[in-house]
T-cell receptor, first 114, second 110 residues
Framework: SQTIHQWPATLVQPVGSPLSLECTVE??????LYWYRQAAGRGLQLLFY??????ISSEVPQNLSASRPQDRQFILSSKKLLLSDSGFYLC?????????????FGEGSRLTVL | EDQVTQSPEALRLQEGESSSLNCSYT??????LFWYRQDPGKGPEFLFT???AGEEKEKERLKATLTKKESFLHITAPKPEDSATYLC???????????FGRGTSLIVHP
């Protein structure tokens, strides 16, 4: 069966510090991968998605970036965090070639920027 | 641009008190409408996909229905363990990537 792992679960970072969130998927090949952010009182905001290694699409211009160095690994990064980057970050995957929008989410990473 | 509006924002029910959650949407060519359940501090869990008006899906005490403009998530005789935030999402046109609503927070009191 497929599983998705996301870490760290919780982190508190000072403004201006770097960020790295990691997500890996097991049990499937060539998944579509996504990074969403969920802020208090707001819906899920799509940040990045990837349909293959090295292929990243950005939905929201900001100081975040994403990379997919391996087929089932997706990394969210920032060189300098802003207060507005605080939120609940969710990684998700869907089956390659399946265009029905069924996403499977990780447990999330809660980021607090102070 | 796809738009998804969920109502109410919050709903409190007594155990056994049936009710419905609403999801209104505006899209150009619906590819699919999705319902997810999200427990506090967790990632959303996929529940249903509906593809066309008139379609219905059921899972335990939950039943999702779809019209051309909205979807309803009916909860029959809810239990406290049904307490969660329910998210609605749509995918349309050439994109399979869903756009999410803000969710309805459901609390079921014993």
């Amino acid at each position: 069966s497929q599983t998705i792992h996301q870490w760290p679960a919780t982190l508190v970072q000072p403004v201006g510090s770097p960020l790295s969130l990691e997500c890996t998927v097991e049990g499937t090949s060539n998944p579509n991968l996504y990074w969403y952010r969920q802020a208090a009182g707001r819906g899920l905001q799509l940040l990045f998605y990837s349909v293959g290694i090295g292929q990243i699409s950005s939905e929201v211009p900001q100081n975040l970036s994403a990379s997919r160095p391996q087929d089932r690994q997706f990394i969210l990064s920032s060189k300098k965090l802003l207060l507005s980057d605080s939120g609940f970050y969710l990684c998700a995957w869907s089956e390659w070639g399946r265009t029905t929008g069924e996403l499977f989410f990780g447990e999330g990473s809660r980021l607090t920027v102070l | 641009e796809d738009q998804v509006t969920q109502s109410p924002e919050a709903l409190r029910l007594q155990e056994g008190e049936s009710s419905s959650l609403n999801c209104s949407y505006t899209v150009s060519g619906l590819r699919g409408l999705f319902w997810y359940r999200q427990d506090p501090g967790k990632g959303p869990e996929f529940l249903f996909t509906l593809y066309s008006a008139g379609e219905e899906k059921e899972k335990e005490r939950l039943k999702a229905t779809l019209t051309k403009k909205e979807s309803f998530l009916h909860i029959t005789a809810p239990k406290p363990e049904d307490s969660a935030t329910y998210l609605c999402a749509v995918a349309s046109g050439g994109s399979y990537i869903p756009t999410f609503g803000r969710g309805t927070s459901l609390i079921v009191h014993p």
